[in-house]
């Protein structure tokens, strides 16, 4: 369906368990916002977090978006057996004297960061300021994780964060960027829960590529369930596999995502074809920030 690959956008599912209603809402928007201005789409399964992945749930993703009529371009990439890859550009960035390795437990960042009066989330630095004895004596009783370093203005905000974890898998921000740099993508929607990442990512992709141009990074707002709670794969949130079994189709699936997005006026039944054929890249952009 698409022209000339201008636009390249991507889903990239963590195959964690079924897709929910919320994902499959994000998966269709970031779909219809590369078809409407004839760009490619790709899929990549982020399958890193082995102990997370839920046998058969990828095979599962590529059949809910296949029923719902979102095609993608080219094979689906899985960052699992890409991490040849990853452990090149960290090696990288450790060459250049952007890392280092940190010892600190969730408690230890947690009273930091209060003692310091710093803001929940961003790491204080300890592990920074650890002389080379300091932290050879240390990496002798446990495994570290790896940081980058960030510049001054974003230390408050952002943080030196992993690109490493303690167990060795390469951390999400990490390959992320890798990935979204190597596939060519030059447009990311995806939910706001992801919104504390974006300056993450487009200051990994600086130091690996300076020369790149900056992805363009769109949020979506999440669905939530019934409680007003953010919907999870793990808590039996309704999928389409459930949606299915209740004899639901995807055409009435498709209305309801498109008119909960805000993309469409009425809830109605509608194909994906329909649906493409109805939405203009304005109401698009409308919900997205
Ligand atoms: N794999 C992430 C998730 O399923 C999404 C990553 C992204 O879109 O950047 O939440």
């Known amino acids: 369906m698409y022209t000339s690959g201008k636009i390249v956008g991507r889903y990239a599912p963590s195959p964690t368990g079924q897709l929910h209603f919320g994902n499959l809402r994000t998966a269709l ?40 009529g979102l095609d993608w371009d080219g094979p689906v990439l899985y960052q699992s057996q890409r991490n040849e890859l990853y452990q090149s550009a960290l090696s990288t960035l450790t060459a250049r004297g952007l890392t280092y390795q940190c010892f600190c437990s969730r408690k230890n960042i947690q009273a930091a960061t209060e003692a310091s009066r710093g803001v929940m989330g961003v790491y204080p630095g300890t592990c920074k ?15 570290p994780a790896t940081r980058v370093i960030v510049p001054h203005h974003m230390l408050s905000t952002v943080g030196d964060f992993v690109v490493q974890r303690a167990d060795s898998l390469f951390a999400y921000q990490l390959a992320v960027t890798i990935d979204d740099l190597d596939q060519g993508v030059t447009d990311v929607v ?22 790149i141009f900056p992805i363009n990074y769109w949020h979506a707002a999440l669905m939530l369930d019934n409680n007003g709670s953010k919907m999870s794969k793990r808590d039996g ?6 949606w299915r079994c209740q004899g639901g189709t995807a055409e009435e699936l498709l209305g309801y995502l498109a008119f909960t997005a805000g993309i469409i006026d009425s809830e109605k039944t509608i194909n994906i074809n329909e649906l493409i054929g109805s939405v203009n890249t304005d109401a698009l952009f409308s919900v997205l920030s």
């Not at 078809?35 to 993703?61: K, N, Y």
């Not at 919104?195 to 590529?209: I, V």
């Not at 949130?237 to 459930?242: K, L, N």
Request: hydrophobic share 40%; proline share 6%.
């Open 29 to 68: 928007l970031a779909w219809l916002h590369v078809r409407l201005q004839g760009g490619r789409f790709i899929v990549r399964m982020e399958d890193l977090d082995i102990p997370r992945v839920v046998p058969g749930s990828a095979d599962q993703i590529l059949r809910d978006l296949d029923w719902l």
């Open 129 to 143: 300021k650890l002389l080379p004895d300091e932290s050879k004596a240390l990496s002798s009783g446990k495994n």
């Open 190 to 211: 995806r939910g706001e829960d992801l919104l504390d990442s974006t300056p993450k990512q487009l200051y990994l992709a600086k130091l690996l590529e300076p020369g």
């Open 237 to 242: 949130s309704i999928s389409a596999e459930v």
